[in-house]
């Protein structure tokens, strides 16, 4: 296989095989850019495209990246997809020579190839914006100017001005239509909530999303409080840096933190799963016991109400 060598930060895939996500995964959809042989923006007739789909699984958000090439039969490829951060290009190569597409026969009559990748967005502002691994949350929700350009050889150009038109912005995809999963922001437009009600596994998943880096430490905390008057607060505290929690019925309360089933920091991030029926020693809360109201404050100011929250299963009729 011929190398190829440029000046940006070289992220060589040897994926040929995507990472098609299903039906359900998919929710609102990818979006694609595409340019033609010329190098001309293009979609449809494209020489090459890139699609660009946000989705969440059960511990990560993650943009999936897409990255096929069409009738290419003999020819020696290079793709790319670059991510432009302050100037400085962050780059996504899919390189290979004639030869291997000998492996699409029978396969991609068209001698389709394709390269993927799974960035998960993180927090962690110690490593490069892009990686062949991961994306900043500054990309998705306070850098407006980062173009998307796409290249193939020697051709390329920019397809998108930034990342608004892909639903990972502002981490939009948490509200696409799944089952059981509601999403919100906070007064102030700086945290993102999302909720899931887990009927399966018997669980609650709470996350919340600092959506704009915090300038001081601030501590986040959600609560709920169900038809019998208890309430279960998680905390968020010291900018995502623990995470805690209590029930409270009166003037007695008990700590939770040793009935998580899952527990996330992530520098933008909290993330948490319990049961849905919660028994500490003395104290007995069930998400199941309805109304149940949701609110969530922050030390900075922020936050939310949400009385009598409904999960789609809850009106379900069963038996």
Known sequence: MKIFISSCILLLSVQFAALVPTYEQQCQGAISYGIDKNGEKK???????VSFTPLHDDED????????????????????????????PYTLYCAWDSDNFRRGKGLFPTYTSACSWRLSITGNRAIAPVTNSSISIDLLTIDDNVPITLGFNDKKTVVAANLKEIDAYQLTFLECLEENRMSFYDNSQKNRIMLKKKIYNKEIETFVYGLIPDQKLIDRSVKYVNADGVSLTIQCNDSFGYLTGFVQQGNKK?????????????????GSRLPLLVQTNNIKFDFNARPLDFSFSSTDGSSVDKPNILFHSDNRKWG
């Open 61 to 88: 958000e993650y943009l999936s990246v897409f990255l096929p090439l069409w009738n290419s039969k003999g020819e020696d490829v290079k793709t790319f997809v670059s991510f432009e951060v302050k100037g400085k």
């Open 43 to 49: 979609l449809g007739s494209s020489k090459v495209s």
């Open 254 to 270: 008990e700590s939770i933190d040793n009935l998580f089933t899952f527990k996330s920091l992530d520098g933008y991030r909290c």
